[in-house]
């Protein structure tokens, strides 16, 4: 079996604790107004790599000292598109001692997608809105999946990190925002929330690739306003990453 692999990224600092190797996944059934990785959307368009779990882990082995304190990190695209891939993948992994991270919009909650959790040793799960309407507006898909795949990683006690994008004039609204947060804390799995500024930084990729950009008129979110957003969580007894 071959997975359709976008980039790979050797040392990300961002996705998960610690130094990690993060791959990138060819294909996403979302489309996300401020998605910075729309080249990732396509998952007929050829990928950079088609490889097997053991030519991905020979590549991740190569900076193994440099993420022992780290791990890796597969993100896309959405990831669990190829989740019987990466249950082969990611059982290599634990093999090898080095601690697993996906990061998932939940947009599928198959029989193989939970199969491979099994091996995973933490999500990180996208909540994108958690008005329904909203989210349908933001990622053209309903909200009860990313809902229920939640649920599921509470059933079986998987440790997860929480993230959500703070976007000025949408999901930067405090009714949503104190929405979301009581929604959070019945789940004892979520160890972190991390809410991520809007920015607009991939704005000249969509430029790049002669794709119009949605947002292209809103302006990053402000530190103050990140700060706001941040302390409806703490308030919630929610642990923050910052």
């Given at each position: ?70 791990g ?7 990831p ?12 290599l ?39 329904p ?38 999901t ?6 104190e929405?979301?947060?009581?929604y ?10 991390e ?40 308030n919630k ?6």
């Open positions: 079996m071959k997975g359709r692999v976008h980039s790979l990224e050797s040392f990300g600092t961002v996705d998960g604790p610690g130094i990690r190797f993060v791959i990138f996944m060819q294909g996403c059934p979302l489309r996300c107004l401020y998605c910075h990785n729309p080249d990732t959307w396509d998952v007929n368009v050829e990928p950079a790599y088609m490889m097997s779990a053991k030519e991905l882990l020979d590549e991740v082995l190569k900076y193994k000292r440099f993420i022992l304190n780290g890796v990190t597969v993100t896309g695209g959405e669990l598109l190829q989740s019987v891939f990466l249950k082969e993948f990611f059982k992994c634990r093999e090898e001692g080095i601690h697993t991270a996906i990061d998932t919009s939940g947009a599928i909650t198959s029989t193989a997608a939970f199969d491979m959790l099994e091996y995973v040793d933490l999500v990180l799960l996208d909540i994108k809105a958690i008005d309407e909203l989210h349908k507006n933001l990622t053209s898909a309903r909200l009860d999946k990313p809902l229920a795949f939640l649920n599921h990683l509470q059933e079986i006690g998987k440790d997860t990190w929480i993230r959500h994008v703070v976007v000025p004039k949408l930067y609204d405090k009714e949503q925002l929405k979301l947060a009581n959070l804390t019945q789940f004892s799995v979520i160890k972190k929330v809410l991520l500024p809007y920015h607009v930084m991939g704005v000249s990729k969509y430029e790049e690739l002669g794709m119009e950009y949605a947002l292209k008129d809103t302006e990053a979110l402000s530190s103050e306003k990140l700060a706001i957003a941040e302390e409806i969580f703490s007894g929610l642990p923050l990453r910052v």
